[in-house]
Structures are given as C-alpha cells and as structure tokens.
C-alpha cells in the first residue's frame, strides 16, 4: 500500500457509499476531499466534512498508518493545526496537533476494493518504460495539455525554490544570482557543479571591476577555474594578466581536475564555455534590469557577443584545432541559457518581488521559444504528443521527473485513466 493510492482515492472519490464511521464511531460525510496541496503542510485544503450535525472547513491529512503522523513530525508543525480529519489505511495510535488537538480519524480499511491496488501494482511492475505508454494515445488531449500547464509551472516554482535557496547565501544580491545562474546553465549538464564552484571563488564583485577590459575579464575566468597552468604560450594573452590579478588580488584558483571531457562534444569543452560565460555576463546584467522592469525576452535586443580570435582555432587552451571553428554563439546555446537561465530568474524574480505580469511575461517567454529536443522530450514524442514551445518541453522534463521517473502515476492527470482501464 502507498500513500499516492490512499491519495487517489481519496481525491477521485473511489470509495464505497456512505455511511463511513470515525473511529470513535461517529457517522462521518465528506461535502468535499478538497484541493491537493503542492507545498509543504497537510495533503488536501479547504476540505468540508460534517460529523454529525457540524460542518467542518479545514485541511486533511493522509497517511498509511495514523503513527506516521508522529514519524514526519506533524505533532509539533503548526502547520498541522488545522488538520480537522486525518484519514488513513490503518489506525494504530491516537494523535495530537501541536495545540493539542486530536483530529478526527476516517479509516478507509474496508472502503475499497483491494483488488483495484493490486491491479494497478501490477500494471507498474509490468511496464518497461512509462506506465501509461500503451493507453497514452487514448486519454483526451485536453487532459494531456492540462498536465503540461501543471508541470511547466511546477518546474518553474521549484526552479524559484532553488533560487531562493541561493539568494539567501548569495545574500540578496540579484546580480550573483544572475551570474551563477548562468554559470551553472552553461556547464550543464556535466560541468555545471564546476562551473558553480568557479562562480563561488570569483565573486561577482571581482570580475565586474574589469568589466570593461575583455581581456583581464577572461583572464581571471579562465585562471580562476584553474585552465591557464604556469607555461607561457606567445598565443596564450592571458596568463600573465592572471599572474598579475591573482597577486594583486590575492586569488586562489581551483585545481583544473575538476572539468570535464570525456564522452562530450568539443564544442561544449569548458574552456570555450568558460570564455562565453566571461564575454556574456556583462550583457546579461543589462538584460536582467529590463527583465526586472516587466519586458518580455522577445522584446529584448540581445546581443551575444563574439570570442576572442584565438578561439577560431581552439576547443582548448593548450590544444590547436585543424579545423576553423566558429566565434558566435549557436542558436541552441542561446535558446538553453534563456530556457535553463534567464527566463526561470524573471519568473522568480516576479514571484519574490508579488509581479504578476513578470511571471506571465516569464511563461510568455517560453511559449515564443522553440521546443527543446533530449531524451525526455523525445520520449513524448514517440507517444505523439506534439511539443510547439520550450513551454512544452519543460512541462515534459518536470512531467517525466515528478511522476513519471517515479511511477507516481496516481497524482498524475492521466492516472485516472490509467487505473480504469
């Protein structure tokens, strides 16, 4: 038995009729189970229930066992103060809010068909890639759209939650967020927690005093992350910037054992990154400051800027391509660090700052960009799901990664279906 289960049930009503009985015996009506709650606190909210003559309006608490109450420490969570029902598989202890308050218990042990559990255990064990595959065309397209609006959001806001983890070490300031933000985008997927690290030991404070001098900028860039080493190379302009700044600043670099290589395309090599990330920052602070002021990205003029000659030969530092190698940035690139950077920054920036209209011009964003295509993505559209935006791209990725990786297919729209079939 799972909570997700108990949870359907209770949300899609698939119960036997009444009459239910509490376990102190009293007769029990549910007017209505109430909304799902996404957040942190009770499971359902502004739930209505009547026992006996009283109507009660409050939130509803679902566990497996009534001790698991005390298991996830909702007796001390003031959170749980207006649990007015706590309804479980089975009833074991009784429990208490933090006021001291024992809600009413609802057992839902013969309420249901067991056999509708097991069916659905059955259908998860045997499927080898999403659950719901075989009967993914047959479910309404208006339900397949109202999951992506669910989960394009969803990776949003816990795109915001994560921000706002990061604001709060980064001490408010918008500008570092910003920086590491893309920083991480760039590296990502496999050198993102590198790239992160550089933005930690070269502080947005440092290299915005050479904002205006590229090359001392990009010097500190790829010395920080440890790339240049001590060998003087004539075509190599920067390490001797870095040894000046790295005294005058007292600078310690990260060991260069940290990036990267294998099995990735050489365009994507960090040092190239690393020179991008260098050369575009002072461009994306401008961008964040109209963003701040409610423009949308397409009304933006955003100006990419080009690396340095040197790059026309090299992936690396100390490795000469054969081949001429391009100085502009590619769409796709551009299109990932909006996706992954700046259009999640001015969602949460909206929703920090109670700017409505930036969060609309955030998912606005979205609709205006291409779809992405990955392995997830891809996945959808073998199931012929058609993907129009990088709205619907994201929707897939936080879809595949909330319900479907996890087999919570009971919370998902399309579980429903699923179940009864």
């Known amino acids: 038995m799972t909570e997700d289960f108990l949870h359907y049930l209770w949300r899609f009503r698939q119960l036997k009729p009444d009459p239910w009985f509490l376990q102190n015996g009293e007769p029990i009506e549910v ?7 996404s957040n942190s606190g009770p499971d359902f909210e502004q739930a209505r229930i009547k026992i006996k003559d009283q109507i009660w309006v409050g939130s509803v608490e679902i566990h497996i066992t009534s001790s698991d109450w005390n298991r996830h420490h909702h007796q001390i969570d003031p959170a ?11 009833a074991d202890q009784i429990i208490y809010t933090e006021k001291g308050w024992a809600p009413p218990c609802l057992s839902l042990e013969g309420l249901y068909d067991p056999q509708q559990y097991w069916r659905f255990e059955q259908k998860l064990q045997d499927a080898k890639g999403l659950v719901c595959a075989a009967s993914f065309q047959k479910v309404d397209e208006i339900k397949k759209h109202q999951m992506l609006e669910r989960t394009c959001v969803l990776r949003l806001e816990q795109r915001a939650e ?15 967020l910003l920086y590491r933000s893309l920083a991480k985008a760039i590296g990502a997927p496999v050198n993102g927690p590198a790239m992160e690290s550089l933005s930690r030991v070269l502080p947005v404070e440092l290299w915005r005093k050479y904002q205006d001098k590229n090359l001392q ?10 790339l240049l080493g001590n060998s003087e190379n004539p075509k190599n302009p920067w390490l001797r910037e870095f040894n000046f700044l790295k005294h005058k600043h007292g600078l310690n670099e990260l060991e260069a054992s940290i990036w990267k290589y294998s099995r990735m395309r050489p365009a994507n090599f960090p040092d190239r990154r690393i020179a991008q990330l260098s050369q575009l920052l002072p461009e994306a602070i401008n961008w964040f400051k109209d ?77 205006n960009l291409p779809a992405e295509a990955n392995k997830i993505t891809r996945i959808y559209e073998q199931l012929d799901l058609k993907l129009g935006s990088a709205f619907d791209s994201q929707a897939c990725i936080a879809w595949y990664k909330n319900y479907c ?17």
Request: net charge positive; glycine share 8%.
């Open 217 to 226: 900028r990009e010097a500190l860039f790829l010395g920080m992350a440890g």
């Open 80 to 90: 749980y103060n207006n649990v007015i029902l706590h309804v479980v598989q089975k």
């Open 291 to 367: 963003l701040r002021q409610g423009k949308a990205i397409n009304g933006l003029e955003l100006k990419w800027p080009d690396l340095a000659p040197f790059w026309r030969r090299h992936y690396r530092l100390k490795q000469e391509s054969k081949l001429e190698l391009g100085l502009q940035w590619s769409e796709r690139l551009k299109q990932s660090l909006l996706i992954n950077a700046i259009i999640p920054l001015q969602f949460y920036y909206g929703r920090k700052t109670a700017r409505l209209d930036l969060q609309e011009a955030a998912i606005n964003s979205l609709l």
């Open 162 to 176: 994560s921000l706002e983890l990061a604001l709060q070490e980064l001490g408010g300031n918008w500008d570092a």
């Open 405 to 421: 990786q996890p087999k919570k297919c009971l919370t998902c729209t399309l579980g429903n279906e699923l179940l009864n079939q």
């Open 31 to 37: 007017l209505h189970p109430g909304y799902p709650n």
